[in-house]
């Protein structure tokens, strides 16, 4: 899937936050999510102190759940860990590995953040903007932001708010687990991105796309002999 650079990856981290700002300017957070059918997940995992990098993107069916396609890679990461600034370490790996798909998504929803970070650019943003498809953020944590405990049923949510910004919102996707955070990432607004994470969580608190990303990341681990992570 060739593509235009959309920038270069080697900046010094005030340049990087600079871009950050600049690009967030050109998301679109308000657009309608249509059907999707193709389900995309992508998911980066790291020793801090290691450059070795494992990032993986699986696809699946939305009506059965079933893996279409999986694609994943043990880079070098070439750019430090530095907070706020993690898709710089990590977008360049998960891109290559979409590269290798065979089968676009219609969506990607990314374990991590869309515009609910500092800048507006959490990896699920600046993916968007590389691949030019719909992304959603889902994070496990939150990075910035204020929000009261959504009740306690699935579905039930309260708005995460930034610097007077509903920026996404805490969702829960099981009955009474923890939260997660969903903010849009590109080309996709708000309820869209509740919709499909909401629509891809079965039993489970993490939707199925990212369960299904998370275990192949584990997989290159174990294959470069490093422990796995936990959801």
């Not at 970070?117 to 600046?126: C, D, T, V």
């Not at 708000?190 to 998370?214: M, Q």
Request: proline letters at 8%.
């Amino acid at each position: 899937m060739p593509r235009e650079p959309l920038h270069r990856w080697d900046l010094a981290p005030d340049e990087a936050r600079v871009l950050q700002r600049d690009l967030a300017a050109r998301l679109d957070t308000t657009s309608p999510l249509g059907p999707c059918r193709l389900i995309g997940a992508a998911d980066a995992s790291y020793n801090r102190g290691d450059d070795r990098l494992f990032a993986a993107v699986v696809v699946i069916d939305a009506e059965t759940d079933a893996v279409v396609e999986r694609s994943g890679l043990i880079a070098t990461a070439r750019y430090p860990y530095v907070p706020g600034l993690l898709s710089f370490r990590e977008a360049p790996a998960v891109l290559e590995a979409f590269d290798r798909l065979r089968n676009r998504p219609d969506v990607l929803i990314c374990d991590g953040q869309g515009i609910a970070h500092p800048r507006r650019l959490g990896i699920a943003s600046h993916l968007g903007l590389w691949i030019d498809l719909p992304t959603v953020g889902c994070g496990k944590s939150r990075l910035c932001g204020t929000f009261e405990a959504p009740g306690p049923e699935r579905g039930d949510r309260s708005p995460l708010i930034h610097l007077g910004e509903t920026i996404g919102v805490a969702l829960r996707t099981k009955r009474r687990t923890n939260p997660v955070f969903v903010s849009p990432g590109h080309r996709c607004d708000l309820d869209g991105a509740i919709r499909i994470v909401l629509e891809t969580t079965g039993k489970y608190r993490l939707s199925t796309p990212i369960r299904f990303a998370h275990a192949y990341v584990n997989e290159l681990r174990r294959q470069a002999g490093e422990r796995p992570e936990t959801p």
